[in-house]
């Protein structure tokens, strides 16, 4: 029953304006539940890669304790680099030294021979106590040859005299150093091929020379001119090899 003077029913008019702000409203409301929804699966994937991240990550003392590592590591590598540094200069001053030895030495040598192992093409021989550079005068035009530039048989067969004065000269214990030769004359003419070999056999009045060698020539040379007192010729596999 309604009361008395009142309508017993009461009709609220709604405007078309009152239900587009309705429809707004619940459409912005699920767009921000759904800006929530996103917010909320981001939140979780940083919380994630938080856990991650710290459980990856060491310990403060942990990261103190490998910095002082490393700081003891670099000093230790410091100090070896200031050691090498020292090596390397001694090292350098040695081979300065030796070298200043060395070259007068081996020029005296190889200036006793080369007139004969070149043929008479270069008569004296200049040795750098820098770098242990070989040079040879020439005879006919006095002028300073660098030996790698000649021929490679006389190349060779100068570094060779080079090679027998180290060897005596480097031995400490004061016994003489014995020569082993693989194919010694390979590069030599026949007039050359000579000469060396009668130097060898010279040579080997003071010191024990082993040629090994395929050459028939060397075995026609060692049969005229090794000494069956002091000389042997051994074949070895069918091959002559001479030892003075």
């Known amino acids: 029953m309604a009361a008395a003077g009142l ?40 919380e994630g890669e938080a856990r991650q991240l710290d459980a990856s990550l060491p310990s403060v003392a942990e990261a103190e304790e490998a910095v002082e590592g490393a700081d003891v590591e670099l000093m230790r590598v410091q100090a070896l680099a200031g050691v090498l540094d020292q090596t390397l200069a001694l090292l350098r001053s040695a081979e300065e ?19 004969r192992i070149s043929g008479g093409a270069y008569g004296d021989v ?26 490679e048989g006389t190349r060779e067969q100068i570094y060779l005299l080079l090679r027998v004065a180290m060897a005596q000269h480097l031995v400490t214990t004061g016994e003489t150093a014995p020569l082993f030769l693989d194919e010694v004359t390979a590069q030599a003419d026949d007039t050359r091929r000579l000469a060396l070999l009668g130097i060898l056999h010279e040579l080997s009045r003071e010191r024990q020379v082993v040629v090994f060698t395929h050459d028939p020539r ?24 001479a030892a003075f």
């Open 97 to 115: 030294q030796v070298h200043r030895d060395l070259a007068p030495v081996l020029s005296e040598s190889v200036r006793l021979w080369l007139p």
């Open 7 to 46: 309508p017993d029913r009461v009709a609220i008019p709604v405007g078309a304006d009152f239900a587009v702000a309705i429809a707004a409203a619940e459409a912005e409301l699920a767009a921000r539940q759904a800006d929530l929804l996103t917010a909320e699966r981001a939140a979780a994937t940083l």
């Open 218 to 241: 060397i075995g026609e040379w060692a049969s005229r001119h090794l000494d069956p007192a002091r000389d042997i010729v051994i074949p070895l596999a069918g091959r002559p090899a």
């Open 126 to 151: 200049s040795v750098d106590p820098r770098d242990l550079r070989v040079r040879v005068k020439e005879t006919a035009t006095g002028q300073w040859r660098d030996a790698q530039r000649l021929s």
